[in-house]
């Protein structure tokens, strides 16, 4: 039997395709616009010009930003990574996840003894009735939010989410959001959001330290050598910046260089996502309207998502044994409960789709399984 394995977002070879250029193109000369020279050495924080395109694409500052390596996640961890080093959270920090959500955050949390809790999505973002109830706890020392086409739903924050997230009060001392801005300026239907901007609106609150932006080029360049970058003010760039200082003496600059002069600033940027829309675009038309026909008499329910990598199902009770039937059928796809913290989904509901990095015929072919897996679980 030939398995179709769509377990993850990853992006189709067509997609890394559109930028052989980039990969091919020879550098005219290996300096910064600082001077600096890219093979050796020195810059531990990043080029000047790839912080640019990164402040352009998160609305921060230059001086706000430290460009990373291939992985925004690698980033992510690191920083949790620091704040348990400095002390900042203790042995017994907890963390709020917002759930369905993305599992390689939970398994950041996991490995760090952080315990999880969740509280639930709703198409406006994390439930900010339980946040804020949360938050008093003095042990509660931080947030993963997915703010734009969140992991797995699609949702994008609505603003009122976002004055209540910077303005709340937090009571343990650093508390911080892991702003993971991932799918930022990944639509496909011509229109980006533009959500209030976080970190503008805690400094508005006195909280300017409280939010950790991160956002990669794995999904608009290529995800095996990409450039990454965390964003953040006040004390946790401090923070972030110290750790930086200590632990590398120069990324790949080589890399942020070819990245920066492929892409020049945003609009370069825009115009090279619009050529990943084209190849995405059909693909989420596809699934949702198989979804549609197929659900109908179902009490299956879906997220249609206008960007992003994924698209959540709700099969209440079901989600576990359409994954089963999906499994024996030959298509695999993330298992039931990875969606939450621990594994453990506790109306065994939620499943991810991801549609990405199969072939249109592959596409069709899970899809037929898929819907037929749900139609026989939800009998
Ligand atoms: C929400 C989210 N954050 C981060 C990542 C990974 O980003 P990177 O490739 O920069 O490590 C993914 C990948 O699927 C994701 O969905």
């Not at 959001?193 to 999904?219: A, H, V, Y």
């Not at 940027?269 to 693909?283: G, N, S, Y």
Request: charged share 25%.
């Amino acid at each position: 039997m030939r398995i179709i394995d769509a377990t993850r977002g990853r992006p189709h070879a067509l997609q890394l395709a559109l930028c052989d250029e980039m990969l091919t193109a020879q550098l005219e000369n290996y300096f910064a616009e600082n001077g600096m020279d890219v093979r050796n050495y020195g810059g531990g924080d990043g080029i000047p010009e790839m912080k640019r395109i990164f402040a352009e694409l998160l609305r921060v500052d230059m001086n706000e930003v430290i460009v990373g390596g291939n992985s925004s996640l690698n980033m992510m961890f690191d920083c949790v990574a620091t704040f348990v080093l400095e002390r900042k959270w203790g042995a017994n920090s907890k963390f709020i996840c917002p759930s369905p959500g993305y599992d390689r955050h939970f398994s950041i949390c996991e490995y760090f003894g952080i315990e999880m809790i969740t509280v639930p999505m709703t198409p406006d973002g994390p439930d900010m009735d339980a946040v804020e109830e949360l938050v008093r706890d003095p042990q509660v020392a931080g947030m993963f939010c997915v703010p734009v086409f969140s992991n797995p739903q699609g949702y994008v924050y609505s603003d009122e989410t976002i004055a209540r997230l910077a303005k709340m009060h937090a009571a343990h001392p650093a508390f911080r959001i892991i702003w993971d801005d991932a799918y930022t300026i990944h639509h496909f239907s011509g229109e980006r959001p533009q959500p209030l901007n976080i970190l503008d609106e805690c400094r508005k609150n006195d909280n300017e330290s409280r939010p950790i932006l991160f956002t990669s080029f794995s999904k608009i360049s290529v995800a095996g050598a990409s450039v990454s970058c965390a964003a953040a003010a006040g004390e946790s760039f401090k923070i972030l910046q110290k750790r930086i200082a200590a632990q590398t003496i120069g990324p790949d600059k080589i890399n942020q260089l070819r990245h920066a002069r492929y892409f020049k600033n945003k609009n370069g940027i825009e115009a090279h996502m619009k050529k990943h829309a084209e190849i995405l675009r059909p693909k989420f038309e596809l699934v949702i309207n198989a979804f549609e026909k197929n659900f109908a008499a179902t009490n299956a329910t879906f997220t249609k998502p206008l960007g992003g990598y994924f698209i959540s199902v709700e099969i209440p009770g079901n989600a576990k044994h359409v994954c089963q039937l999906c499994k024996d059928s030959g298509v695999i796809i993330t298992e039931a409960g990875a969606t939450f913290p621990y594994g453990i989904d506790p109306a065994d509901s939620n499943l991810r789709f991801a549609p990405t990095f199969l072939s249109s015929e592959e596409l069709e072919k899970a899809l037929e399984v898929f819907c037929l897996s749900v139609q026989k679980a939800v009998k």
